[in-house]
C-alpha cells in the first residue's frame, strides 16, 4: 500500500469529475458488504454487483454498504447516479491521494480519512484511504482494499441489545471514524516501543544502524502528522458546526473523537522532539568516539616525538659524534627511551588524560 505521491499521469488533461483510478491497482474482484439494521433486526450479506446489493437495501433500516476495491469504475459511476452525488466527489472517491477533508451537500456528508496499519518487523507505517458518504439512512464506505479496522463495530452491531442498533447514520459514522483513530494510537504504541529499543542500544552502542532506524521513525512520524492534522480540522468543522445529517447529541462523541486527535498530535510532536533528541545524542556519542580514539593516538605521537628526537640524532651520518665509541652507550640510550616513557605516562596520568 503506497502511501507517498502516487501517479497521477492518467489524469493530465482529464475533464472535472473524470472517474479514473488513481492508486494501487489491484485485480481482485470488487467486495460489497450490506450491513442492515435497526433496534429489532439486522442483515450481513456479500454481494459481488452493486445492483443487487442496492435493491436489498430497506428504507426502514440503517444501511452500511461497504466496497473494497476501486478498481471497477463502473460500481462507483452506478452509486453516484442512484445516490446523486456528485461528479467530482467520486472522482475524490478514485483519487486515492487526498488528504483527510469533508465536503458538504444538502443530501449527504463527504469525508476522506487515512487507515493507517504499523509493520513492526519493517518499522513503517502502511496508509489506506477510506471514503465515507453519510445519508440519511445510508453509510457508504469505500476502501481501496479488503480488510480493515471494522471488526469490532461489526459485531456491536450484531449484538442486538448494543446502543448503535437504535442511532442513526451519524453515529455510525462517528463509529467508523473513532475505530480508526482508536487505530491510531496502536500504531503510536508500536513507535514507542520502537523508540525505547533504540534509546537503549543508543547509549551502549551506537551504530549505523541506529542511525537508518531513527531516521526511518522521523519519516514515519511525519507522515503521521499529515495523516493526523487534517483529520484535526475535519473533525472541528464537524463539530462546531450544525449539519442536518449530525445530530446534537451526536456531537459530544465527535468531541470525543476530537480531543483524541489532539492527543494523538501532541504525542507524535513529543516523538518528534525525543527522536531529534536522539539524533544528537548519536552524534555527540560519534564525536566522543572520534575524540577518545584521537586521544589514545595523540598520546602514542606524543610519548615517541623525545624517542624520535633522540634516533634522529644518533642515526646522523656524522664520524665524530660523541659517545659513539661508548662501551655502555646503548644500555643507557634505552634507559633514556624507557625513562622517557614512564615519565610521560605518569605526567598523562596525574593530568587525567586517560
Not at 492518467?10 to 492508486?23: D, F, T, Y
Amino acid at each position: 500500500m503506497p502511501k507517498r505521491i502516487k501517479s497521477r499521469k492518467s489524469k493530465i488533461g482529464a475533464a472535472p469529475g473524470s472517474l479514473i483510478h488513481v492508486g494501487e491497482h489491484v485485480d481482485n474482484d470488487v467486495k460489497i458488504e450490506l450491513i442492515s439494521y435497526n433496534e429489532e433486526n439486522f442483515n450481513k450479506a456479500i454481494y459481488d454487483d452493486i445492483e443487487k446489493c442496492l435493491s436489498s437495501c430497506n428504507s426502514d433500516t440503517i444501511n452500511w454498504i461497504n466496497i473494497d476495491g476501486l478498481n471497477q469504475v463502473d460500481v462507483i459511476s452506478d452509486i453516484g447516479k442512484r445516490f446523486k452525488v456528485h461528479p467530482l466527489i467520486l472522482e475524490d472517491i478514485l483519487n486515492t491521494t487526498q488528504r483527510p477533508k469533508i465536503d458538504i451537500d444538502n443530501n449527504y456528508i463527504y469525508i476522506v480519512i487515512k487507515m493507517l496499519y504499523y509493520d513492526k518487523d519493517i518499522k513503517e507505517v502502511k496508509s489506506e484511504q477510506v471514503s465515507l458518504i453519510i445519508l440519511k439512512n445510508y453509510i457508504l464506505s469505500f476502501q481501496e482494499f479488503e480488510g480493515d479496522v471494522f471488526d469490532d463495530l461489526r459485531r456491536r452491531l450484531e449484538y442486538n441489545k448494543s446502543n448503535i442498533r437504535a442511532k442513526g447514520t451519524d453515529y455510525l459514522a462517528y463509529s467508523l471514524i473513532d475505530c480508526i483513530v482508536d487505530s491510531y494510537f496502536n500504531i503510536i504504541e508500536n513507535i514507542g516501543n520502537s523508540i525505547d529499543e533504540i534509546e537503549d542500544v543508543l547509549m551502549s552502542d551506537p551504530s549505523k544502524e541506529i542511525l537508518n532506524d531513527i531516521y526511518k521513525l522521523k519519516r514515519e512520524l511525519i507522515f503521521l502528522r499529515n495523516s493526523v492534522w487534517p483529520l484535526r480540522e475535519l473533525l472541528g468543522k464537524l463539530v462546531k458546526s450544525e449539519y442536518e445529517l449530525i445530530e446534537e447529541k451526536t456531537v459530544m462523541y465527535l468531541r470525543d473523537v476530537y480531543d483524541h486527535t489532539i492527543q494523538i498530535v501532541d504525542i507524535i510532536e513529543t516523538y518528534r522532539d525525543i527522536l531529534s533528541g536522539m539524533l544528537d545524542t548519536y552524534l555527540s556519542s560519534i564525536s566522543n568516539k572520534t575524540n577518545e580514539v584521537m586521544k589514545v593516538l595523540t598520546i602514542f605521537s606524543t610519548i615517541f616525538i623525545p624517542l624520535s628526537f633522540l634516533t634522529g640524532i644518533y642515526g646522523m651520518n656524522f664520524e665524530y659524534i660523541p659517545e659513539l665509541k661508548f662501551k655502555y652507550g646503548y644500555l643507557i640510550f634505552w634507559m633514556i627511551t624507557v625513562a622517557c616513557i614512564l615519565a610521560m605516562i605518569d605526567y598523562f596520568r596525574r593530568k587525567k588524560w586517560f
